[in-house]
């Protein structure tokens, strides 16, 4: 599973820094604004009405009714083939996995696990698909946490999945 995306956006604030910014390149206030208006079009999917500013970009929490996990969103230099460009990253953080432990046993961990991952396939496939059908965002890239962390971008795709 994909769970870091890049991606080019017209018409966000990537160059004025607000007052209620932590830090002054805390872009995507904006950005995080409305992907909450677009999750709101889905009847399964929720999101909390207000994201949450963080030192290096924005949170929006995003829920089925039984897990929530979060978007984190900031502003990014995407790699392209016309150079770099001023652009996003959002990563996909999924409720955490269960531990079997003497109360919550193998099984019901297995199971817990397996609604987690079922889940933010879910989330991700929405999330992808307000991506993907705004005219606003191009150069959609989904990369795997691993090869996104150790600096390796050029191993992409243009869906989670």
Not at 27 to 39: K, P, S, T, V, Y
Not at 55 to 69: E, H, I, P, R
Not at 117 to 145: A, T, V
Request: with cysteine; aromatic share 14%.
């Amino acid at each position: 599973m994909k769970n870091h995306v890049t991606f080019l956006a017209d018409g966000f604030n990537q160059t004025e820094p607000k007052p209620n910014f932590i830090n002054d390149g805390n872009f995507g206030e904006d950005l995080a604004h409305w992907l909450i208006a677009e999750f709101k079009k889905f009847e399964d999917i929720s999101a909390d009405p207000e994201p949450l500013q963080e030192d290096w970009g924005w949170l929006v929490f995003v829920s089925t009714g039984q897990f929530t996990g979060n978007i984190g969103l900031g502003f990014y230099v995407v790699g392209t083939s016309q150079g770099d460009q001023d652009g996003w990253l959002c990563v996909w953080d999924p409720p955490k996995k269960k531990k079997p432990f003497l109360l919550f046993r193998k099984t019901k961990a297995d199971q817990s696990n397996h609604q987690i991952e079922e889940i933010s396939k879910k989330i991700l496939l929405r999330f992808h698909d307000i991506l993907s059908e705004s005219p606003r965002i191009s150069q959609i890239r989904w990369h795997d946490e691993t090869d996104f962390m150790q600096g390796n971008e050029d191993n992409w795709s243009a869906k989670p999945f």
